[in-house]
Nanobody, 123 residues
Framework: VQLQASGGGLMQAGGSLRLSCAGSGGTFSSYVMGWFRQAPGKEREFVAAIRWGGGSTYYADSVKGRFAISRENAKSTVYLQMDSLKPEDTAVYYC?????????????????WGQGTLVTVSS
């Protein structure tokens, strides 16, 4: 399984960005897809997750109401729409896939990882 994340960049506070994660080589219809982020000097933290089969979504409290995760089955692609960005959202964002169809919020529970894409939010 390979995951390719893209869409990061520099944005002013209050702006929006959309991250994409294209998957290949796996049976994504049964996976849970997640987004995590890691700021400098901090641990990797959960941002959002989606069950590929049913589309149920889950969010960290810090992004609830501002970020939205979605999927496009035909393209095996997951998106993270990020609105009302804040400087504290600055981090490298990673997409991840979990073979078990149960949502998890810790990095160790995910089996495959993309390479990360940097999001920088200026004040």
């Amino acid at each position: 399984v390979q995951l390719q994340a893209s869409g990061g960049g520099l944005m002013q506070a209050g702006g929006s960005l959309r991250l994409s994660c294209a998957g290949s080589g796996g049976t994504f219809s049964s996976y849970v897809m997640g987004w995590f982020r890691q700021a400098p000097g901090k641990e990797r933290e959960f941002v959002a997750a989606i069950r590929w089969g049913g589309g149920s979504t889950y969010y960290a409290d810090s992004v609830k109401g501002r970020f939205a995760i979605s999927r496009e089955n035909a393209k095996s692609t997951v998106y993270l729409q990020m609105d009302s960005l804040k400087p504290e959202d600055t981090a490298v964002y990673y997409c991840a896939a979990r073979r078990l169809a149960l949502v998890a919020t810790t990095p160790a529970e995910y089996d495959y990882w993309g390479q990360g894409t940097l999001v920088t939010v200026s004040s």
